[in-house]
């Protein structure tokens, strides 16, 4: 079974900056079947990214996933205050399906 | 656009059962497969259930299999859990997702909460 770890931890930021999320697979991920949700406060998780690179309907292009294999990348530009979040990787194409623990993000 | 919208969660004795339902809007439900995530208190994602378009296959998360059952009626555009021998760790917000392509997750519900307590 896969083994997704993100990082780095905690992050805080400040708004224009830019952050790199990292998630980390235990074996290669074929066909890049990797996602990237963001969960804000209190709210149910969206999709942001998919198959590594391609952003989901009405993600902005702040956003861009990079990588393949086993080393994937988030990574979010000129940072705005919304989005504070915890951002999780995932892995599809086979079961079980498998989350990464989270990345939480904190813009101050 | 699409809504998932769960109801059926609430608090429960342990050994118990409930059953969560979903209903799908804003498109053809019958194309898509569709699954259980849950989210325990202040945890991460963890996947629980899946079902084909079709019904005609079914996946669990291990600590599920033999408690769990997920299904849909394809008349009503609805998938169901049915969680049997529920446990305190089964306590979670549960959340239907739809399944995009081969496990993708492309939208998700608001989720409804299941407290299994004594």
């Known amino acids: 079974e896969i083994v997704l770890t993100q990082s780095p931890g905690p992050l805080s930021l400040s708004p224009g900056e830019r952050a790199t999320l990292s998630c980390r697979a235990s074996?290669?991920?074929?066909?890049?079947?990797l996602a990237w949700h963001q969960q804000k406060p209190g709210q149910a998780p969206r999709l942001l990214i998919y198959?590594?690179?391609s952003r989901a309907t009405g993600i902005p292009d702040r956003f861009s996933g990079s990588g393949s294999g086993s080393d994937l990348t988030l990574i979010i530009s000129r940072l705005e205050p919304e989005d504070s979040a915890v951002y999780y990787c995932?892995?599809?194409?086979?079961?079980?399906?498998?989350f990464g623990q989270g990345t939480r993000l904190e813009i101050k | 656009q699409v809504q998932l919208v769960e109801s059926g969660g609430g608090v429960v004795q342990p050994g118990r059962s409930l059953r969560l339902s979903c209903a799908a809007s804003g498109f053809t439900f019958s194309s898509y497969g569709m699954e259980w995530v849950r989210q325990a208190p202040g945890k991460g994602l963890e996947w629980v259930a899946a079902i084909w378009s079709d019904g005609s296959h079914e996946s669990y998360e291990d600590s599920v299999k033999g408690r769990f059952t997920i299904s849909r009626d394809n008349s009503k555009n609805t998938v169901y859990l049915q969680m049997n021998s529920l446990r305190a760790e089964d306590t979670a917000v549960y959340y239907c997702?739809?399944?995009?392509?081969?496990?993708?997750?492309?939208?998700w519900g608001r989720g409804t909460l299941v407290t299994v307590s004594s």
């Open positions: 997702v739809r399944d995009g392509r081969a496990g993708l997750i492309d939208d």
């Open positions: 198959g590594a690179s």
């Open positions: 074996q290669i991920i074929s066909n890049t079947n």
């Open positions: 995932q892995q599809y194409g086979r079961t079980p399906i498998i």
